[in-house]
């Protein structure tokens, strides 16, 4: 069985940074994909980035660029999120996710992800 367990969530103010982890268990972590999602009330899921198998490659949208940085540690089974100069409207839960196949795509829609953790509430204010 598939596990993601994600950390690191809280309330921090404008301007501020948060990391969050998601350890994986019950797959070869190493051999996917793995991607960020959040979602606002009222809001349907959005794309934060994603990050190839072997670390080398990391895609974010507009959104995020240059202000959030995807990393993983393949022996740890681990990934991170390092978020800088938060902003209000970063205010979502935060999911992490593994890719279906193993592919050097850095998929953008939640179609393509199999397993999920259960989220992070990340809090901005102003």
């Known amino acids: 069985q598939v596990q993601l367990v994600e950390s690191g969530g809280g309330l921090v103010q404008a301007g501020g940074s948060l990391r969050l982890s998601c350890t994986v268990s019950?797959?070869?972590?190493?051999?996917?994909?793995m991607g960020w999602f959040r979602q606002a009330p009222g809001k349907e899921r959005e794309f934060v980035g994603a990050i190839s198998w072997s670390g080398g490659t990391t895609y974010y949208p507009d959104s995020v660029k240059g202000r959030f940085t995807i990393s993983r540690d393949n022996i740890g089974n681990t990934g991170y999120v390092q978020m800088n100069s938060l902003k209000p409207e970063d205010t979502a839960l935060y999911y992490c996710?593994?890719?279906?196949?193993?592919?050097?795509?850095?998929?953008?829609?939640?179609?393509?992800?199999?397993?999920w953790g259960q989220g992070t509430q990340v809090t901005v204010s102003s």
């Open positions: 019950g797959r070869m972590f190493s051999n996917y994909v």
């Open positions: 996710a593994v890719a279906s196949y193993s592919s050097s795509v850095l998929y953008t829609k939640s179609a393509f992800y199999a397993y």
